[in-house]
């Protein structure tokens, strides 16, 4: 059985920093493709980033680019995003997501985490 758990979300000033990680079983994580989406009440899943299975190959979402970093850890069988300069827009429930084949849409994945909220206010 899959398991994705995300773990690092939590309250956080304007301008600051969080660390958000994913780990994954039950799967076979060195050829799976993971990614981070984030859903704010309201609004559609948007896509965060995606990282290839050997790490190589990485995209970020535009609203996060510059401000954000994916990376994982095979040999942990665990991915992170790091995000800095968080702003208020950044509140949202972030979910990860493993896949077969790298892409920037959730169709490309097919096992999603629980979700670990992150709010960010002064």
């Known amino acids: 059985q899959v398991q994705l758990v995300e773990s690092g979300g939590g309250l956080v000033q304007p301008g600051g920093s969080l660390r958000l990680s994913c780990a994954a079983s039950g799967l076979t994580f060195t050829s799976s493709t993971m990614g981070w989406f984030r859903r704010n009440s309201g609004k559609e899943r948007e896509f965060v980033a995606a990282i290839s299975s050997t790490g190589d190959i990485v995209s970020l979402g535009d609203s996060v680019r510059g401000r954000f970093t994916v990376s994982r850890d095979n040999a942990k069988n665990t991915m992170y995003l790091e995000m800095n300069t968080l702003k208020f827009e950044d509140t949202a429930t972030y979910y990860c997501?493993?896949?077969?084949?790298?892409?920037?849409?959730?169709?490309?994945?097919?096992?999603w985490g629980q979700g670990t909220q992150v709010t960010v206010s002064s």
């Open positions: 997501a493993a896949g077969r084949s790298f892409g920037v849409t959730d169709r490309s994945y097919q096992f």
